[in-house]
T-cell receptor, first 116, second 114 residues
Framework: EPEVTQTPSHQVTQMGQEVILRCVPISNHLYFYWYRQILGQKVEFLVSFYNNEISEKSEIFDDQFSVERPDGSNFTLKIRSTKLEDSAMYFC??????????????FGPGTRLTVT | AQSVSQHNHHVILSEAASLELGCNYSYGGTVNLFWYVQYPGQHLQLLLKYFSGDPLVKGIKGFEAEFIKSKFSFNLRKPSVQWSDTAEYFCATTVGGGADGLTFGKGTHLIIQP
């Protein structure tokens, strides 16, 4: 069964450094998402991406965040200058064709980002 | 803004017990409702979903949920739990189409004792 994959599984970085989290969505999916979960808190929506542009973003997704689909398979989240409070599990998700199936988001295993 | 409340953060049950996990949402209009499960060491998986129609929806692994619009609720049920149901359960909602991000509840950590 097709899966969303994410790399790396764990990333440790120093405060102020840039990080890029990578995701490979399911191949025929059209919508892509990033979520994060700070330890002990709820999963929070960051951004959605469709047709090579951002469709929707939350208040969390400020200027230090950016997303890109650099080729036909990868979907990346860049954090420009990491802060301690960016430490979280970051989940990528994708969803398929339009219509009813577009509501079913498939999640990757997550990348644990630790900012020191 | 939407919000989702899950009342039980930790639930411990014995095998064969019946399960009901509460979920309430705040949005007054048309909503799409989901339950996701995260087994230990695995990623979030969709258990079941409600878009419209029959308010009692059946999902995988014997789970079901009932949408009660008057109560803004979407509670998850299973008549007889198994040890393998030990996991984190998340209720979530969207109000729109394919691009909308999910709004999650805080999750319920379910432990099934053999």
């Amino acid at each position: 069964e097709p899966e969303v994959t994410q790399t790396p599984s764990h990333q440790v970085t120093q405060m102020g450094q840039e990080v890029i989290l990578r995701c490979v969505p399911i191949s025929n999916h059209l919508y892509f998402y990033w979520y994060r979960q700070i330890l002990g808190q709820k999963v929070e929506f960051l951004v959605s991406f469709y047709n090579n542009e951002i469709s929707e973003k939350s208040e969390i997704f400020d200027d230090q965040f950016s997303v890109e689909r650099p080729d036909g398979s990868n979907f990346t989240l860049k954090i420009r200058s990491t802060k301690l409070e960016d430490s979280a599990m970051y989940f990528c998700a994708s969803t398929g064709i339009e219509g009813v199936l577009a509501y079913e988001q498939y999640f990757g295993p997550g990348t644990r980002l630790t900012v020191t | 803004a939407q919000s989702v409340s899950q009342h039980n953060h930790h639930v411990i049950l014995s095998e064969a017990a019946s399960l009901e996990l509460g979920c309430n949402y705040s949005y007054g209009g048309t909503v799409n409702l989901f339950w996701y499960v995260q087994y230990p060491g695995q990623h979030l998986q969709l258990l079941l979903k409600y878009f419209s129609g029959d308010p009692l929806v059946k999902g995988i692994k014997g789970f079901e949920a009932e949408f009660i619009k008057s109560k803004f609720s979407f509670n998850l049920r299973k008549p007889s739990v198994q040890w393998s149901d030990t996991a984190e359960y998340f209720c979530a909602t969207t109000v729109g189409g394919g691009a909308d991000g999910l709004t999650f509840g805080k999750g319920t950590h379910l432990i099934i004792q053999p």
